[in-house]
């Protein structure tokens, strides 16, 4: 068998694998349009007697019948490699599609473990801030200092926090509690809730002076 002939055993590519599959086939092709015109040609050799013509038609008969038997062969091996090739080009690809899940999937439990801790710091901040606003206004009572309820810390912590996870999320969570935009929200502060807290502050110490006669001078 010619050496040009023999497929490689294991290609180390899929193109290459195809390649040496295509060429075969070429050749399979040829051998059998050789060996076909020989044997139309060879009864018309033999009507007129044209003995040497006939002769070569058998060798060329004989020949490609042989390459077309060998051909065959390294056709169906070659398909085979290809198989091969291509299940171990899959392989490989799916090993690293299931590396990438890996990756992929680690990344998410960790997302969700910071939003899980962050979500659980945020509720005792809040518990913290509805305990220290509910404080001063209770002290604010106390000492008889009247304030706009409207503007209390207190009352407006869980809207604003609503509206604050509304405008960062992009409308996704929260609430809206407004018709305007969420970045119009940011630019006017209506999300705040260090904006409303300061607010309230300036509002209600003021009238905390004046009710209690201080003055911002005096040294305690």
């Known amino acids: 068998m010619n050496a040009a002939l023999k497929p490689a055993n294991k290609p180390p590519t899929i193109a290459l694998a195809r390649e040496a599959l295509a060429a075969h086939e070429r050749e399979l092709l040829e051998a059998r349009r050789a060996n076909s015109a020989a044997r139309a040609a ?14 070569q038609c058998k060798r060329t008969i004989a020949t490609s019948a042989k390459q077309i038997e060998e051909l065959t062969s390294v056709i169906a091996i070659d398909q085979a490699s290809l198989e091969v090739v291509l299940a171990r080009e899959v392989s490989v690809g799916n090993a690293k599609r299931y590396r990438n899940l890996e990756t992929l999937a680690a990344a998410m439990v960790s997302a969700s473990g910071a939003l899980e801790d962050l979500t659980i710091q945020w509720a005792a901040a809040r518990s913290m801030a509805r305990e220290v606003a509910a ?18 810390a207190a009352t407006r912590l869980d809207s604003r926090a609503e509206m ?10 929260g609430r809206a509690r407004t018709l305007e935009t969420p970045e119009q929200i940011k630019q006017n502060g209506r999300a705040s809730l260090h904006l409303a807290a300061t607010e309230f ?10 009710t209690l006669g201080y003055s911002a001078n005096e040294v305690s």
């Open 135 to 152: 404080e001063f206004e209770s002290e604010l009572n106390r000492c008889n200092v009247s304030y706009d309820a409207f503007l209390s």
């Open 42 to 55: 060879i009864s018309g050799y033999r009507a007129n007697a044209e003995e040497a013509a006939e002769q």
């Open 201 to 210: 502050r300036g509002v209600a110490l003021r009238s905390a002076r004046m």
């Open 164 to 173: 604050l996870l509304w405008v960062e999320t992009g409308g996704t969570f």
